[in-house]
T-cell receptor, first 111, second 119 residues
Framework: AQTVTQSQPEMSVQEAETVTLSCTYD???????LFWYKQPPSRQMILVIR??????QNATENRFSVNFQKAAKSFSLKISDSQLGDTAMYFC????????FGAGTRLTVKP | GAVVSQHPSWVICKSGTSVKIECRSL??????MFWYRQFPKQSLMLMAT?????????EQGVEKDKFLINHASLTLSTLTVTSAHPEDSSFYIC???????????????FGPGTRLLVL
């Protein structure tokens, strides 16, 4: 079974600073997809970024980027220039047929 | 694009009644829809996967007679919690994946969730 581990239950960062959220996963598959989703207090799940495992280049979306280390099965999310609106739960997810989520990291951006 | 709606957003019901939750993809057709359950301060747990026109596939430990799923069209899936009890109180979230995408790994777009409280 595939498992996703987020080892940081809570993190905080000052506004405009950079923060990195960690995620590791376990799989025997060679082809799969990885995601970071954001869940703000509204509880709406919002896609932040998506990475295809067969692509070596790290995905980026504006202030969000990932460090994908396939051999290490690591998929961290870097948020640059943190904004107050980034305060949310962040879930790392693995998908190879169906989506498996990590336990989440609660990020608080402080003014 | 890729908007998913859920209705209702909030429901309170008496124990023993049935509750239906609708999930709609508003601006795309969804081959597959997923139903999740989320307890407070916890992650999402996949309950079942439904494909249009076929029976849903339930995760281990999820009672299919308790949680009835119908995926009647490419834009609508419903989850019915039958004979609801207080332990069924939770936050239910649906998601949808676009038609025609790769068989696995496609991005899931999530609805806003439905909060169910069974008294």
């Amino acid at each position: 079974a595939q498992t996703v581990t987020q080892s940081q239950p809570e993190m905080s960062v000052q506004e405009a600073e950079t923060v990195t959220l960690s995620c590791t996963y376990d799989t025997s598959e060679s082809n799969y997809y990885l995601f970071w989703y954001k869940q703000p207090p509204s509880r709406q799940m919002i896609l932040v970024i998506r990475q295809e495992a067969y692509k070596q280049q790290n995905a980026t979306e504006n202030r969000f980027s990932v460090n994908f280390q396939k051999a290490a099965k690591s998929f961290s999310l870097k948020i640059s220039d943190s904004q107050l609106g980034d305060t949310a739960m962040y879930f790392c997810a693995y998908n190879n047929n169906d989506m498996r989520f990590g336990a989440g990291t609660r990020l608080t951006v402080k003014p | 694009g890729a908007v998913v709606s859920q209705h209702p957003s909030w429901v309170i019901c008496k124990s023993g009644t049935s509750v239906k939750i609708e999930c709609r993809s508003l601006d795309f057709q969804a081959t597959t829809m997923f139903w999740y359950r989320q307890f407070p301060k916890q992650s999402l747990m996949l309950m079942a996967t439904s494909n249009e026109g076929s029976k849903a596939t339930y995760e281990q430990g999820v009672e299919k007679d308790k949680f009835l799923i119908n995926h009647a069209s490419l834009t609508l899936s419903t989850l019915t919690v039958t004979s609801a009890h207080p332990e069924d109180s939770s936050f239910y979230i649906c998601s949808a994946a676009r038609i025609g995408r790769a068989g696995f790994g496609e991005t899931q777009y999530f609805g806003p969730g439905t909060r169910l409280l069974v008294l």
